[in-house]
């Protein structure tokens, strides 16, 4: 690929007198000089509420932000642009479909089934679900390696099964859960298939239909975007028979007095004033990230993972959680160093220049399941390059020299 990180300004600077390298990506991307200038040309220029107004600059907001909502449909390769919800981000749409589809749907003796290694986004939802509905939260099991184990799912899936609910990608381990196969085991059952893509629509070609996906939720900051602003996409039987969520401006078509009646999808889910410059970087992000080809960005995180494992595994007393094979993840490499507490290790990465992130890394159930109290994690995007992962590995040894030795 080419040198992305140019385009990048955040990241020509130095931290502690080093280099820059940030590999915090899992949990925020940086933004590209086309999405800042993107939101400035917005507010410049076009700033006016949507749907509101027939002046000019409030009919130019509306169009750019209903262009992006065909925009994202075409990223997703989903069936309709009316189908595309905007959300504050993952998280938002994942709560959506647990409180109006669920609580509309589920009934006591029901099932929801989700696996250990989802985020608390794709997890407390549904717990808080089951406590209000009286359904029962099922967990599907993982292999030694991390990966999702399908003979646990087929035995956990059962015609009591209303909901499945998966991460794409865990934001921990990195490995891609095989969606299509679960979703055609949840739909034999009567199911619908929930899909977390937080960690996969950044990194990956993403295809709703081929996933098999009744609902799919991303953020856009996870990709380029703004923060503020994400995704749900959902099949349209599903959201028309969902009730909205939040009550007011914007989502009603009549108001009288003892009654209302609400809009269309996806308008009658957008209640207020929506974060109009957030979509608006949204589509620029997606203009970027299609320009380049999500394939290609995959095989570039491949590769620097491929880079990064073999040099990792030669560390004495460092311990990389997940499959080894770097075919069988994404750019996700989370893992404990010796007996050293992560946040040490990521303070001391930091004053080499490396970003990355420690902590439980909003999985504590996961944690529990394999017996640790927290990991430091390194997460590669499209403008990390071989230097980074040289640097990374470098930092990691100089760490362990340090708390070692006192020395580096």
């Known amino acids: 690929m080419n040198n992305y990180e140019q385009d990048f300004p955040i990241l020509k600077q130095k931290v ?17 000089r086309a999405v800042i200038a ?19 600059l409030a009919e130019r907001a509306t169009e750019k932000f209903e262009e992006v909502r065909l925009k994202v449909k075409n990223f997703i390769n989903a069936p309709s642009e009316r189908e595309i919800i905007y959300t504050k ?14 609580m509309s749907h589920l009934k006591q003796g029901d099932e929801i089934v989700i696996s250990y290694m989802e985020h608390h986004s794709n997890l407390v939802p549904w717990q808080q679900l ?34 499945v609910a998966l991460t794409h990608v865990s934001n921990v381990l990195g490995v891609v859960n095989p969606i299509a196969q679960v979703a055609n085991l949840a739909h034999s059952h009567g199911a619908i298939m929930v899909v977390d893509g937080a960690q996969s629509t950044p990194h990956m070609k993403i295809d709703v239909q081929s996933l098999g996906a009744d609902f799919f939720a991303f953020s856009g900051h996870k990709m380029l975007a703004p923060t503020g602003i994400g995704i749900l996409w959902g099949k349209s039987r599903y959201l028309n028979e969902m009730p909205p969520l939040e009550f007011g401006g914007e989502m009603i078509d009549w108001v009288q007095l003892q009654e209302t009646t609400f809009k269309e ?31 290609q960005i995959e095989a570039h995180e491949q590769a620097l993972s491929a880079q ?37 290790v990521a303070t001391a990465l930091d004053m080499e220049g490396v970003a990355v992130r420690a902590g439980h890394h909003c999985a504590q159930p996961l944690m529990k399941y394999l017996g640790v109290a927290a990991m ?8 990390n390059t071989e230097q980074d992962v040289e640097q990374l590995v470098k930092a990691i040894k100089a760490t362990k020299e340090f708390f070692k030795n006192g020395t580096v």
């Open 89 to 102: 981000g993952t998280t938002e749409g994942l709560n959506w479909v647990a409180r109006s589809y669920g």
């Open 16 to 32: 502690n007198d080093e280099r820059l390298v940030y590999l915090d990506n899992a949990a925020t991307s940086q933004k590209p």
């Open 308 to 344: 990064a494992l073999p040099a990792l595994e030669q560390i004495k007393g460092l311990k990389i959680y997940g499959p080894l094979n770097p075919a069988l993840r994404t750019g996700i490499i989370s893992f404990n160093l010796d007996q050293l507490h992560p946040h040490d």
């Open 130 to 163: 089951a406590q209000k509905t009286g359904a029962q939260l099922k967990y599907i099991e993982l292999l030694a390696d991390g990966r999702l184990d399908l003979e646990s799912a087929r035995q956990q899936i059962t015609d009591k099964t209303a909901i």
């Open 376 to 383: 430091a994690r390194a997460s590669f995007y499209l403008y």
């Open 265 to 295: 999808i996806p308008w009658k889910f957008e209640g207020g004033t929506q974060n109009i410059a957030g979509v608006v970087g949204l589509g620029a992000a997606i203009d970027y990230l299609s320009q380049i080809g999500m394939e």
């Open 38 to 56: 993107a939101l400035t040309n917005y507010y410049y220029h076009d700033n006016a509420n949507v749907h509101r107004g027939v002046h000019t």
